[in-house]
């Protein structure tokens, strides 16, 4: 069973159900929502509608069912870019040379899911009542409507979780005090809807009473993506050189590398009304992008430059047996552009289009208007390429290291905080930006807090030393952002 296609036959039902005149419509003449256009048309005169287009008239029946907007936001899920992801201990590089570390990152679920940023409880629940009792009469009695009604909770509970796995890479070279740095990274990344197995057991059990013998495509639920992820260019200066104290401070820059993998791109097509064939596709592009745009994993911050100040101090103590190790950085994104989905402000009072008499007579240029605005403003969201002030970023790392020839111990605490972002303007010569809802699809402000460790194993040569190591992170505690765990081994050469 597509799963695309079952929320586009709950969108068609949603539209045949509208009015009680449409309530009474018999459904022995459709296939599986396969309409008959002549029919339509026939009922439509019945029911005294002055549409000449059959799919308008059949669009304005869904104007009121739905409350109010279906969106409480249209926010995409955010993750650590992998610049930040180990924390930056673990990532330093003292002396020159270069280092590889495998990794695996997990965010089990992500905070984004069905419930936060959809409202079902605008939509109509006799509606909903009827369409399950339809679904469960064309499915041959197979499944119940009560069953059926179970699916709503369990869509609710549907969260989004992300993987991401590859090396991250660095290079370091010394000139006298001077140090210069680069990090990057391959990686391969994937977003998938997530639900428990004893839920998704559930509604597996539901789906298949409805369509027996066919399965879920699978396919629909996840997006991989994989290649370079952003660059980050440190230029240091070794200001303070002791013993048992050293000071590093200089400046960074953020490259968007990641752009060179291609990013989904989403088109400004609004739905299509002219006949029942356009419509119901329309009605599939709509939702194929809001999967990807909420399934996009992002190599990178976005496509963002940046800039930034660090600073970096370690501190001997108990001869060297052991030091502590601390790095301050904050760096500045500039705006780039992103396209985004964007609800439109509520204009139309719902109630009102349920008044007799106020549809009727309408132009069919109207009429397309009116089924425009309404789905702008209550059912889907638009797509616009938007200039994005994603803010600036906050990371603070604090660690202590034992030193036990040749292992070597760190242990530690990261803190990463991220500004909310502001979406400053959009390119479009029909819409301006103080007609959408332009907070609901800003990011907000992000922090999270991380515990960390690492054990390595160095062996000096002569001239060099090689460094193994294992090690990872879990995060205790979250805001805005979600709650996920790495490993990794490195491998690292220093001359």
Same mark, same amino acid.
């Given at each position: 069973?597509?799963?695309?296609?079952?929320?586009?036959?709950?969108?068609?039902?949603?539209?045949?159900?509208?009015?009680?005149?449409?309530?009474?419509?018999?459904?022995?003449?459709?296939?599986?929502?396969?309409?008959?256009?002549?029919? $339509?048309?026939?009922?439509?005169?019945?029911?005294?509608?002055?549409?000449?287009?059959?799919?308008?008239?059949?669009?304005?029946?869904?104007?009121?069912?739905?409350?109010?907007?279906?969106?409480?936001?249209?926010?995409? &899920?955010?993750?650590?870019?992998?610049?930040?992801?180990? &924390?930056?201990?673990?990532?330093?590089?003292?002396?020159?040379?270069?280092?590889?570390?495998?990794?695996?990152?997990?965010?089990?679920?992500?905070?984004?899911?069905?419930?936060?940023?959809?409202?079902?409880?605008?939509?109509? #629940?006799?509606?909903?009542?009827?369409?399950?009792?339809?679904?469960?009469?064309?499915?041959?009695?197979?499944?119940?409507?009560?069953?059926?009604?179970?699916?709503?909770?369990?869509?609710?509970?549907?969260?989004?979780?992300?993987?991401?796995?590859?090396?991250?890479?660095?290079?370091?070279?010394?000139?006298?005090?001077?140090?210069?740095?680069?990090?990057?990274?391959?990686?391969?990344?994937?977003?998938?809807?997530?639900?428990?197995?004893?839920?998704?057991?559930?509604?597996?059990?539901?789906?298949?009473?409805?369509?027996?013998?066919?399965?879920?495509?699978?396919?629909?639920?996840?997006?991989?993506?994989?290649?370079?992820?952003?660059?980050?260019?440190?230029?240091?200066?070794?200001?303070?050189?002791?013993?048992?104290?050293?000071?590093?401070?200089?400046?960074?820059? $953020?490259?968007? +590398?990641?752009?060179?993998?291609?990013?989904?791109?989403?088109?400004?097509?609004?739905?299509?009304?002219?006949?029942?064939?356009?419509?119901?596709?329309?009605?599939?592009?709509?939702?194929?992008?809001?999967?990807?745009?909420?399934?996009?994993?992002?190599?990178?911050?976005?496509?963002?430059?940046?800039?930034?100040?660090?600073?970096?101090?370690?501190?001997?103590?108990?001869?060297?047996?052991?030091?502590?190790?601390?790095?301050?950085?904050?760096?500045?994104?500039?705006?780039?552009?992103?396209?985004?989905?964007?609800?439109?402000?509520?204009?139309?009072?719902?109630?009102?289009?349920?008044?007799?008499?106020?549809?009727?007579?309408?132009?069919?240029?109207?009429?397309?208007?009116?089924?425009? *605005?309404?789905?702008?403003?209550?059912?889907? #969201?638009? &797509?616009?390429?938007?200039?994005?002030? &994603?803010?600036?970023?906050?990371?603070?790392?604090?660690?202590?290291?034992?030193?036990?020839?040749?292992?070597?111990?760190?242990?530690?605490?990261?803190?990463?905080?991220?500004?909310?972002?502001?979406?400053?303007?959009?390119?479009?010569?029909?819409?301006?930006?103080?007609?959408?809802?332009?907070?609901?699809?800003?990011?907000?402000?992000? =922090?999270?807090?991380?515990?960390? +460790?690492?054990?390595?194993?160095?062996?000096?040569?002569?001239?060099?030393?090689?460094?193994?190591?294992?090690?990872? *992170?879990?995060?205790?505690?979250?805001? =805005?952002?979600?709650?996920?765990?790495?490993?990794?081994?490195?491998?690292?050469?220093?001359?």
């Amino acid at each position: 069973m597509n799963f695309l296609r079952i929320v586009r036959n709950f969108f068609l039902a949603l539209t045949l159900t509208a009015t009680p005149c449409y309530a009474s419509m018999d459904f022995d003449d459709f296939d599986e929502l396969d309409f008959d256009l002549n029919a $339509i048309q026939d009922f439509e005169n019945d029911c005294l509608l002055t549409r000449t287009t059959p799919a308008q008239g059949l669009t304005l029946a869904l104007l009121g069912q739905i409350k109010s907007p279906l969106w409480n936001n249209t926010q995409a &899920p955010k993750g650590r870019d992998v610049l930040y992801l180990l &924390p930056h201990k673990i990532t330093a590089i003292e002396h020159g040379g270069f280092a590889a570390s495998y990794f695996f990152n997990m965010t089990d679920k992500m905070q984004v899911s069905a419930d936060s940023l959809l409202d079902t409880t605008s939509i109509n #629940p006799e509606l909903i009542k009827f369409i399950t009792d339809y679904v469960a009469q064309n499915a041959g009695n197979n499944v119940s409507s009560e069953e059926l009604l179970t699916l709503l909770p369990l869509f609710q509970k549907m969260r989004i979780q992300e993987r991401k796995t590859g090396f991250f890479l660095q290079g370091a070279f010394l000139h006298g005090p001077f140090t210069l740095q680069l990090h990057t990274s391959l990686q391969l990344s994937e977003r998938n809807f997530f639900l428990s197995k004893k839920d998704e057991l559930q509604a597996l059990a539901v789906l298949e009473k409805v369509r027996p013998g066919q399965s879920v495509d699978n396919k629909e639920f996840f997006i991989i993506r994989y290649g370079m992820g952003d660059t980050r260019l440190k230029l240091g200066l070794n200001s303070l050189n002791m013993t048992s104290f050293k000071v590093d401070t200089g400046f960074e820059a $953020i490259l968007p +590398t990641s752009l060179a993998v291609s990013n989904p791109r989403f088109t400004e097509a609004s739905l299509k009304v002219s006949d029942i064939d356009q419509l119901t596709e329309s009605l599939l592009d709509q939702l194929r992008g809001i999967r990807d745009f909420l399934l996009n994993p992002q190599l990178g911050n976005g496509g963002h430059f940046g800039v930034g100040y660090y600073l970096e101090s370690k501190v001997g103590i108990f001869r060297n047996l052991a030091h502590l190790w601390f790095r301050f950085s904050y760096d500045k994104l500039f705006p780039g552009q992103e396209t985004r989905l964007l609800m439109f402000k509520q204009t139309i009072d719902p109630e009102k289009l349920n008044m007799p008499g106020y549809i009727i007579g309408l132009t069919d240029p109207e009429a397309a208007q009116l089924i425009q *605005d309404y789905i702008d403003q209550f059912v889907f #969201p638009t &797509p616009f390429k938007s200039n994005v002030y &994603p803010g600036g970023i906050f990371n603070i790392v604090m660690s202590a290291v034992v030193n036990a020839k040749p292992w070597q111990v760190a242990f530690g605490y990261d803190f990463y905080a991220q500004q909310r972002e502001r979406i400053v303007s959009i390119k479009s010569s029909r819409t301006q930006l103080s007609d959408l809802r332009v907070k609901d699809a800003e990011l907000p402000s992000t =922090n999270q807090h991380k515990f960390f +460790t690492e054990v390595c194993h160095i062996k000096k040569h002569k001239k060099s030393e090689i460094t193994l190591g294992l090690g990872g *992170d879990v995060t205790m505690y979250s805001i =805005n952002i979600g709650k996920d765990w790495t490993a990794y081994f490195k491998f690292a050469m220093s001359f």
